[in-house]
């Protein structure tokens, strides 16, 4: 989950480099667990949805109950719920979401919360690469989440921002994320709840793989 991009000269970026610097040893950990999945494989690569799942469609609930269109106003074209269900459903499988017991995030934990979620989208790109290589049509065609939200190109040839970089605009310009602490907050909660899925999700596969005694 890849969360960082080259900075642009328009685009001041201190409460990014805040975050990212809080919350470095929390990637790296679920990058660790991530990388235990082979996207190309169906077996894996659904067990992989799986797990984002679970925790991306709880947070986005928590989000939608913290009032995150009124901080966010295009959020509804960030949101990838619906997507990776629609991935899912056609590797015939679904997802129990995670049970979040708090209570709705302040809005500068939200953008704490997004960054985490937003930035995941860096590292979809690659992950993208490894399922668009699958000799299996099943896991090429379950896309969506991974092709969620990126840059395109218009047919006069001029790339969109895409909603990682149009993100951080919001991110750095908007009064509510000012509480580095409270923003830090959010983003350690997100990225927890993604090891908490993940790791039991590699846990699982290892079991189901593992050969018998």
Same mark, same amino acid.
Do not use: C, K
């Given at each position: 989950?890849?969360?960082?991009?080259?900075?642009?000269?328009?685009?001041?970026?201190?409460?990014?480099?805040?975050?990212?610097?809080?919350?470095?040893?929390?990637?790296?950990?679920?990058?660790?667990?991530? $990388? $235990?999945?082979?996207?190309?494989?169906?077996?894996?690569?659904?067990?992989?949805?799986?797990?984002? $799942?679970?925790?991306?469609?709880?947070?986005?609930?928590?989000?939608?109950?913290?009032?995150?269109?009124?901080?966010?106003?295009?959020?509804?074209?960030?949101?990838?719920?619906? &997507?990776?269900?629609?991935?899912?459903?056609?590797?015939?499988?679904?997802? %129990?979401?995670?049970?979040?017991?708090?209570? =709705?995030?302040?809005?500068?934990?939200?953008?704490?919360?997004?960054?985490?979620?937003? @930035?995941?989208?860096? @590292? =979809?790109?690659?992950?993208?690469?490894?399922?668009?290589? #699958?000799?299996?049509?099943?896991?090429?065609?379950?896309?969506?989440?991974?092709?969620?939200?990126?840059? &395109?190109?218009?047919?006069?040839?001029?790339?969109?921002? @895409?909603?990682?970089?149009?993100?951080?605009?919001?991110?750095?310009?908007?009064?509510?994320?000012?509480?580095?602490? %409270?923003?830090?907050?959010? =983003?350690?909660?997100?990225?927890?709840?993604?090891?908490?899925?993940?790791?039991? $999700?590699? #846990?699982?596969?290892?079991?189901?793989?593992?050969?018998? &005694?």
């Amino acid at each position: 989950m890849q969360l960082e991009d080259s900075p642009t000269a328009s685009l001041t970026s201190h409460r990014r480099n805040s975050l990212r610097g809080a919350t470095d040893h929390l990637h790296r950990d679920l990058d660790r667990i991530a $990388a $235990a999945f082979n996207l190309a494989d169906v077996t894996h690569y659904r067990r992989f949805l799986q797990a984002n $799942a679970a925790a991306l469609i709880a947070i986005e609930q928590l989000l939608e109950n913290a009032g995150v269109a009124q901080l966010v106003p295009d959020w509804p074209q960030r949101s990838r719920s619906s &997507a990776i269900v629609a991935d899912l459903r056609s590797l015939d499988s679904d997802v %129990q979401p995670l049970a979040l017991r708090r209570a =709705a995030p302040t809005p500068p934990e939200v953008f704490g919360i997004l960054y985490v979620l937003e @930035g995941s989208r860096l @590292g =979809a790109r690659v992950l993208l690469d490894q399922v668009i290589a #699958s000799t299996d049509e099943n896991v090429r065609n379950a896309s969506s989440y991974l092709r969620h939200g990126q840059p &395109a190109v218009d047919q006069e040839g001029n790339q969109s921002l @895409g909603l990682w970089r149009s993100f951080l605009e919001q991110l750095e310009t908007n009064d509510a994320a000012d509480d580095q602490t %409270q923003s830090v907050s959010g =983003a350690v909660y997100a990225f927890t709840m993604f090891i908490r899925s993940f790791g039991q $999700a590699a #846990s699982d596969l290892r079991l189901r793989t593992a050969p018998a &005694a």
